[in-house]
Nanobody, 119 residues
Framework: QVQLVESGGGLVQAGGSLRLSCAAS????????MGWYRQAPGKQRELVAT???????NYAESVKGRFTISRDNAKKTVYLQMNSLKPEDTAVYYC?????????????WGQGTQVTVSS
């Protein structure tokens, strides 16, 4: 059973920084694609960044150059470093883990952590 626990959210002024962490339990972390998604009030959940087991990254255009995703397989933790934050980055941020086992894709979500950026 996979469990994901996010931390590091909070209230920050525009231009500030936050670092989100997502600690995973269970197996297959090193073989997983880890991702961060966010959902603002009244909007659909959207991709922020993903990081494959091989180290390939993908970022939303809106966060390129400001956010960095990284992982520590020994700690089973994925991070999202967020710099130059903007009010439009305000959302609940969710951690996601995906892996394939026996030719079937499995996906798990954390409970989310609130990020609020004041102007």
């Amino acid at each position: 059973q996979v469990q994901l626990v996010e931390s590091g959210g909070g209230l920050v002024q525009a231009g500030g920084s936050l670092r989100l962490s997502c600690a995973a339990s269970g197996s297959f972390f090193s073989a997983s694609t880890m991702g961060w998604y966010r959902q603002a009030p009244g909007k659909q959940r959207e991709l922020v960044a993903t990081l494959t087991s091989g180290g390939s990254t993908n970022y939303a255009e809106s966060v390129k150059g400001r956010f960095t995703i990284s992982r520590d397989n020994a700690k089973k933790t994925v991070y999202l470093q967020m710099n130059s934050l903007k009010p439009e980055d305000t959302a609940v941020y969710y951690c996601n883990q995906e892996f394939t086992i026996l030719a079937k894709k499995a996906g798990y979500w954390g409970q989310g952590t609130q990020v609020t950026v004041s102007s």
